[in-house]
C-alpha cells in the first residue's frame, strides 16, 4: 500500500515518468493526515508567536539569535505533537477522527493536552538547558524552570485548545447535518424501492394463485406475514409492512404495529435476539439499538443532534435512538439493502 502511494506520486509527462523521482508529501498524503499536519503546524506557529511576543528565557537578550532559538523551539513543538499522536493512536486508542462525535472530538483533544503540554515544556527545557544555558543564565534545568515553562506552555495550549474546539466542532455539525440530509433521502428511495417489491410479490403471488402453476425456478420472497414465537405457547402475528418497531423489555418483546389505522401492542415471551434470528430474512428490519428493532420502512425521519442519532417512527410520536456499536449497521442498512 505505501509502495503503491509511492508509485501514484510520481510526476508523469505524456504517458512516461519524468526523469528522477519527484514526490510530493503533499499527494502522498490522506486528507486525514493532510488535516493532522495542518493543525499541529498551526499549533506550533501560534505557540511561537506567543513566545516572540513576551520573550521568555531570556529571548529578548539574544537580539537576532533569539529567532532561530524560536524555531528551534518549534520544532521542538512539532516533534512533541507527532510522538502524542503517536500515543493517541496506538497507547490511548483515541485516533484522530470526525466520525466518532462532537463529545469524542472534544475528549480526544483534552487527552492530547494533557499529554502533549508537559512533553513539549520537558523538552523545551532540555533545550534551555543544553543549548541556551551558556548564553543566557538562568536557563539550567530545575523544577522551577520546568514549572515556568509549563505554565507558559499550558497558557498556549489552552488558548489554541478553544480555537481547534470551535473550529471542528463547527466543522463535525457541518459534515453531520449534510450526511443526515444524505441518509433521508436514502432512506426515502429505499422505502420506495421496498412498497415496489412488495408490490410485485403481491402480483406474483395472485398470478401463481390463479393459474396454479408449475414450480418456479426463481427464488420465492419471503412471506409479508410472519408468526412470531416465543418460551410460551403465545405466538404473535405479523405483517411485517406494517411492523413499526420491537422493544426489549425485560423477559419480553413489545411488538409495535400498525393495524387498521391504529398503533397495536403485542407482548411475547422472547429475547430480541431471538426474534432478531425470526426476520433476518427481512433486510429492512435491523438493530437500532440493543433494546430496539426497528423496521427502516416505518421510519419517518433520521434525526442527528451533537453526535446522536434517532429515528422518528411514522404513525405515533416515538423516536428510537441509535446506540453508536449499531449506528454502522444502520447507515449500512440504508445505504445498501
Known amino acids: 500500500m505505501a509502495w503503491q502511494r509511492v508509485i501514484n506520486c510520481i510526476i508523469v509527462t505524456n504517458g512516461l515518468p519524468e526523469r528522477g523521482i519527484y514526490i510530493t508529501f503533499a499527494h502522498c498524503m490522506s486528507p486525514g493526515q493532510k488535516d493532522t499536519i495542518s493543525t499541529r503546524i498551526i499549533s506550533t506557529v501560534f505557540t511561537v508567536l506567543a513566545l516572540a511576543i513576551f520573550k521568555p528565557f531570556g529571548l529578548d537578550s539574544l537580539h537576532w539569535m533569539g529567532i532561530v532559538h524560536l524555531l528551534a523551539i518549534g520544532l521542538l513543538g ?8 503517536g500515543v493517541m493512536k496506538y497507547v490511548v486508542k483515541k485516533p484522530r477522527s470526525l466520525e466518532h462525535g462532537v463529545d469524542y472530538i472534544i475528549r480526544r483533544n ?188 416505518q421510519v419517518e425521519q433520521i434525526v442527528s443532534r451533537a453526535g446522536t442519532m434517532q429515528l422518528a417512527i411514522k404513525h405515533c410520536q416515538e423516536s428510537l435512538p441509535v446506540s453508536r456499536s449499531n449506528m454502522a449497521q444502520v447507515k449500512e442498512a440504508i445505504k445498501g439493502v
Open 78 to 85: 512539532l516533534v512533541s505533537c507527532t510522538a502524542t499522536e
Open 110 to 297: 483534552l487527552w492530547f493536552q494533557l499529554i502533549n503540554t508537559p512533553l513539549v515544556a520537558l523538552l523545551i527545557c532540555l533545550y534551555r538547558h543544553f543549548v541556551m544555558s551558556d548564553m543566557v543564565p538562568g536557563n539550567v534545568l530545575s523544577w522551577g524552570n520546568f514549572l515556568e515553562t509549563l505554565l507558559i506552555i499550558a497558557f498556549c495550549s489552552f488558548a489554541i485548545g478553544l480555537y481547534w474546539r470551535f473550529k471542528f466542532r463547527s466543522k463535525y455539525l457541518t459534515a453531520e447535518l449534510e450526511e443526515t440530509r444524505q441518509l433521508n433521502e436514502q432512506l426515502k428511495a429505499l422505502q420506495k424501492a421496498a412498497e415496489q417489491r412488495a408490490l410485485a410479490a403481491e402480483s406474483l403471488i395472485v398470478t401463481e394463485t390463479a393459474a396454479a402453476a408449475e414450480p418456479s425456478a426463481n427464488t420465492a420472497p419471503p412471506p409479508q406475514t410472519l408468526t412470531l414465537a416465543g418460551s410460551t405457547s403465545e405466538t404473535v402475528s405479523v405483517h411485517i409492512p406494517d411492523l413499526l418497531y420491537i422493544e426489549a423489555v425485560g423477559n419480553y418483546v413489545k411488538v409495535y404495529q400498525l393495524q387498521d389505522g391504529q398503533v397495536r401492542t403485542d407482548m411475547l415471551r422472547a429475547t430480541s435476539k431471538q426474534v432478531e434470528e425470526d426476520l433476518r430474512a427481512f433486510p429492512m428490519i435491523v438493530r437500532c439499538h440493543r433494546a430496539f428493532l426497528v423496521n427502516l420502512q
